[in-house]
């Protein structure tokens, strides 16, 4: 059970998906990007993985906070080992963030099921093993017969409600977009969409995280008649104060935050407020499986739900051991890509959705992901 190296694997893996300058997705060509796999290794043999950018498990984090804390310890103790870890952040520089506290919750909640043949949500406590997915949809862009009108919208989401979602996120367009960002052209395409999936689809919109309070009112008030779900991040949550005053003066509900640092204790500060109706986490945002299960259970004590921000394995599992959420966010989708044909390094997909809109829980060992060990090796660039 002791801890006996912790490594990192760097590969070459292809993707359509290229950032713009405020980190959101859009489609573009082919193109290879560096993917990372944190190796957490036991005395007997056993390993648990974790995925994510190089640079939240670059050496410099991995020699000086992560091997410290975990080398020679027992994995199992992981509540131990993650406050230790976080208790590192402080003096860190800035160094050590939530991502690389993530990654390693993954990789040793990964390891404990791996070394008991067991999947993790049945390890932790399973409410449900399928979840209802929204498709959650990239930001608009300006690409022909891409995410560029309102009609493009519109369009998408008759084509994702025949995929068998019953739940749609728009994400509406935002700068490099040049004439972006616009209440009114957010709320066309609201119209849009819920023009074309009719009343019994639930939709949700992901806004321009900077609007103003009175643009994020004007459009909070125009999602009420369209009869959307919730509205999300549309201005800077570093602003808690500004959602309380939103939360006050909407009937639609407010969910938040996502972005926000401070984990778990500052999602409680949240809640104590009042500044949001829906809560939220997701395990890369507050440093891990960890202390997204305490913020879910943090929500369910005052009667909220708690909506996970997030696709993959980790926020599954997540979804799969708490009540007091409703959806899992597939995605980020786009006309122009295929989510389900899922990544080269990944035997399955590890979200597979059925033709009602559920995402079954996978039951292999750990977190679920079946992981192409022969692809990384023969595409290893670290
Ligand atoms: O980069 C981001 O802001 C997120 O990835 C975002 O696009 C999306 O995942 C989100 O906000 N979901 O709620
Ligand atoms: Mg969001």
């Known amino acids: 059970m002791i801890i006996t190296d912790v490594s990192v694997k760097t590969f070459l893996t292809t993707t359509r998906r290229h950032a713009d300058t405020a980190g959101h997705a859009h489609p573009g060509p082919e193109h290879k990007v560096k993917q990372a796999m944190l190796i957490i290794r036991t005395e007997d043999g056993h390993e648990g993985y974790s995925f ?34 976080a208790h590192w952040q402080r003096g860190s520089a800035a160094q050590l963030t939530d991502r690389t506290l ?20 049945k390890l932790i406590g ?21 995410l560029a009108t309102p009609e493009d919208y519109g369009r998408f989401a008759e084509k994702l409600v025949k995929r068998g979602y019953k739940g749609i996120k728009l994400h509406t367009w935002m700068p490099p977009v040049s004439w972006a960002p ?46 959307f779900d919730w509205i999300e991040e549309s201005m800077d949550e570093q602003s808690m ?16 935050p996502e972005s926000a640092s401070g984990k778990h204790w500052h999602r409680a500060e949240w809640v ?31 009667g909220m739900d708690c909506e996970i921000h ?42 597979p959705m059925d033709q009602d809109g559920y995402v079954h829980v996978p039951d292999r060992p750990g977190i679920g992901e079946a992981i192409n060990f022969e692809f990384i090796e023969n595409n290893r660039v670290e």
């Open 126 to 146: 399973a409410y449900r093993n399928k979840v209802r997915a929204y498709g959650s949809i990239m930001c608009g862009d300006e690409l022909e017969g891409g």
């Open 310 to 351: 997030g696709n993959g394995s980790m926020n599954l599992v997540v979804a799969a051991t708490s009540k007091n959420c409703r959806w899992y966010e597939r995605g980020l989708l786009h006309p122009f890509l295929e989510y389900d044909d899922g990544f080269d390094y990944l035997t399955a997909l590890s979200d």
């Open 241 to 256: 104060s500004s959602y309380k005053w939103l939360s006050d003066n909407l009937d639609i509900p407010v969910l938040g």
């Open 182 to 227: 616009d209440v009114k052209m957010d709320l066309k395409a609201c119209a849009a969409v819920r023009e074309a999936v009719g009343p019994d689809i639930h939709l949700m919109i992901d806004a321009f995280h900077w609007y103003s309070r009175v643009d994020s009112l004007e459009l909070g008030r125009g999602l009420e008649k369209l009869g």
């Open 272 to 302: 104590k407020s009042g500044a949001v109706d829906i809560l939220r986490t997701g395990v890369s945002d507050v440093g891990g499986i960890t202390p997204a299960l305490k913020t879910m259970r943090l929500a369910e004590c005052f």
């Open 52 to 85: 994510g950018a190089p640079e939240i498990v670059r050496p410099h984090v991995i020699d000086k906070f992560v091997k410290k804390v975990l080398i020679g310890q027992d994995h199992r103790d992981r509540e131990r080992l993650w406050h230790e870890l």
């Open 102 to 121: 993530a990654a390693v919750d993954v990789a040793l909640w990964d390891l404990a099921g791996r070394a008991l043949n067991q999947p993790v949500h």
